[in-house]
Nanobody, 117 residues
């Protein structure tokens, strides 16, 4: 089992920045990802990180604006979000994939990000 706790959401004006954190505990995992779900929409992929290799992946909609990173010592992942837009408003979830798994099996509780115009 992997336990994930997100923090850092809030209300920000368009063009502003927020940094989300995802503190992990429990068993070793291979990838950490960030997803979001806006009201009335399906959950969508935002970014992911190979925890040991450091390779990063981004959705086209956030490339150049969001940065995923990690602190190995704290076992915490981050999503730095810059140049935020109203369409970035959503509940953001971090998730983890166990070694050898193709699916994100572990999820945090989510944190609300609201971007006002």
């Amino acid at each position: 089992q992997v336990q994930l706790v997100e923090s850092g959401g809030g209300l920000v004006q368009a063009g502003g920045s927020l940094r989300l954190s995802c503190a992990a505990s429990g068993q070793t995992f291979h990838h950490m990802g960030w997803f979001r779900q806006a009201p009335g929409k399906e959950r969508e992929f935002v970014a992911a990180l190979s925890w040991h290799g450091g390779t990063t992946y981004y959705a086209d909609s956030v490339k150049g604006r969001f940065t995923i990173s990690r602190d190995n010592a704290k076992i915490t992942g981050y999503l730095q979000m810059n140049s935020l837009k109203p369409e970035d408003t959503a509940v953001y979830y971090c998730a983890a994939r166990a070694l050898g798994s193709d699916t994100y099996s572990y999820w945090g509780q989510g944190t609300q990000v609201t971007v006002s115009s």
